[in-house]
């Protein structure tokens, strides 16, 4: 069945644009043969937005955000330390606040290793697991403050909030994904310390297990964690875990799969109350900008995770299995700019 | 000048006894040749006191604890899963009450490479660096609580508290290292989403670094951290971070140099008004007591830690030293049981 997907693009900063602009390259060439028709809007959000008008996210943009099936995301952000910038003024103000208005509580992190892709690990076991990150709870939500700001007696408090509500919509979540892959479970929490959020999430994980017979379900602390990430990260298959903890583990996750340039992101509304957003981990990387340098893969793949997510498996796959080629012809490669990398996997899906 | 320490030890649960008791092997081995005495007393805590007598640290205990000049702690802990164990009792109740009481503020964790210990990396660049981890605030203070507790309204927080006193004396501390060092410091924190205690964080580093010109001051995000502790993990030498963050990146930094049965830290009161605590990072793996294959080298190491601070610099080389030997001499040795490497440790250190 035909399908137009009204897509809002955000291109951003630096390499933002540059990497969304290989992204819907490659958009454009897989959908016709799956009848997709992609109808994008673009948004001028970002660093430059803010620092040309002082503007970070109008009220109005939110609301037209909002009229989309979809949202891709590039990059933002400034130069690193620019005084202009305060900070976490787009995290916050942006990134953050679309999360959080769009109710985006599954963030999405998949982790694969791509044969041929040198990582740091000696071992190359292969790696294929996902993260399902909570998005809008935890110290994520902005709540604490500062006394005494600037003084020797300043106290600064931060607050992690977290709901049986919030939890359990991303537990289930998890869980499902876990029945449709292999089976297999992982909390990863501070259960020990963080006593107060670690009951609620290892008892909605236990009351909500029996309901999913086949999903073996285990815990790890956070820093324990860690370790497994590098010394045996083949032991995973789905990793739930709150916001901060998932934003660690992920960058983590992406580093021993070969690194940021690869990997791709969902932050899903799975109830689709609001369009979800699908970006790259990495971030807008002013240094290499305006080069041909930066990778758009990543990009690429969340383009992927955007069809899969508007219920265009098939066309996901293509674009997938397309980037996979791709990455096994580059070693012992040529380099490529961007676009010449956005022009192969184009050509790969179209064939 | 002769130095008689009182040292109270704490050999805990399952494999700790163990550990410890080839620690202390190494220091009776080492003392005499530096005129130090050493006046061990053995304190029962942990696990398995609680188990039989429901006791976690009786207050008496604690001011006889006080008494000492130095603890040496081996592991504590039960069995994974005990139901008799609540979550938290004795992390709560026994590790972090020490350090909070006895007021251990630098939590110190070096990390360094050993020739021929293979590590998860393909890299085998050398390591070295020492994360002074804040010990005394952050998300471990246990502020936070939980309402409607079992039911879908459940509300679970966690506070962390920063104040510029608790943050400025460990920053100093880290400074001062540095420059004893290559350096170099290096903040980790997530000062784009935990505004509040970012701010403070990354006021008091800029507010410190004048008084250390020879010190280069950096910042990373504990995300991108994560990603340089398994890309790039030489180009560090001092990192000050809060004591979460502490607490994760310095598993993976054990990881990474080969393991947690190679780290040792340190929970250090610089202000010397109470005993500070020395124990390896790793727990007391219930798996593997009884049998002779804990590994004591970070016990081992724990105690040399314990001596530089008591000021027997030399003493503490020397077991840095045999431990090095002993290390290079594994390589396609046969394994020894726990009791064999600590009696090759200590013959290492009289030769
Ligand atoms: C930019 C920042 C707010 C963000 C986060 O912390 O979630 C980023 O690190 C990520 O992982 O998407
Ligand atoms: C056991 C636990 C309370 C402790 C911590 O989180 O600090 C441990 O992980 C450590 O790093 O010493």
């Known amino acids: 069945m035909a399908q137009s997907i009204r897509l809002a693009v955000i291109p951003g900063d630096y390499i933002g644009p540059e990497v969304t602009e290989e992204a819907l390259k490659v958009l454009s060439a897989v959908c016709p043969a799956y009848d997709i028709k992609v109808d994008p809007t673009h948004y001028d959000l970002g ?19 909002r009229e989309h099936d979809a949202i891709l995301l590039g990059a933002v952000g400034g130069r690193p330390g620019d005084p202009n910038l305060p900070a976490g003024i787009l995290e916050r103000g942006l990134l953050l606040r679309l999360r959080f ?11 694969r290793s791509f044969p041929g892709v040198p990582t740091p690990l000696a071992s190359d076991a292969p790696i294929d697991f996902v993260v399902v990150r909570e998005g809008t709870e935890g110290l994520y939500v902005g709540n604490g403050g500062v006394v005494r700001k600037g003084t020797p007696q300043e106290l600064a ?25 292999r089976g297999r479970l992982t909390l990863v929490h501070k259960t020990n310390v963080l006593v107060h959020a670690g009951g609620v999430w290892s008892r909605i994980v236990a009351e909500v297990a029996p309901e999913f017979p086949d999903v073996t379900v285990d815990y790890l602390h956070v820093d324990a964690a860690t370790i497994f990430l590098v ?4 032991r995973f298959d789905v990793i739930v875990t709150d ?21 791709a992101s969902g932050n899903v509304n799975p109830d689709r109350t609001a369009p979800s957003m699908f970006e790259p981990v990495h971030g807008s990387a002013p240094s290499i900008a305006g080069q041909g340098k930066a990778d758009p893969t990543a990009a690429i793949l969340s383009a992927a995770l955007l069809l899969d997510h508007v219920g265009e498996q098939a066309a ?32 790969r899906v179209s064939n």
């Open 47 to 65: 660093a430059q937005r803010y620092l040309a008008t002082g503007e970070v996210l109008p009220d109005t943009v939110l609301a037209e955000l």
């Open 101 to 111: 208005e769009l109710d985006h509580y599954v963030n999405l992190r998949p982790s």
């Open 157 to 181: 408090t931060e607050v992690s909030v977290n709901t049986a509500f919030g939890v359990e919509r991303v537990v289930r979540d998890a869980f499902v994904r876990a029945q449709g892959r």
């Open 231 to 234: 010394t045996e990260p083949e």
């Open 243 to 263: 916001n901060l903890f998932g934003d660690i583990i992920t960058d983590l996750a992406a580093a021993v799969t070969g690194g940021i340039g690869l990997a």
């Open 316 to 347: 996901a796959r293509r674009v997938e299995d397309a980037v996979t080629t791709d990455i096994a012809a580059r070693v012992d490669a040529p380099a490529r700019t961007t676009s010449q990398i956005g022009d192969d996997i184009a050509e």
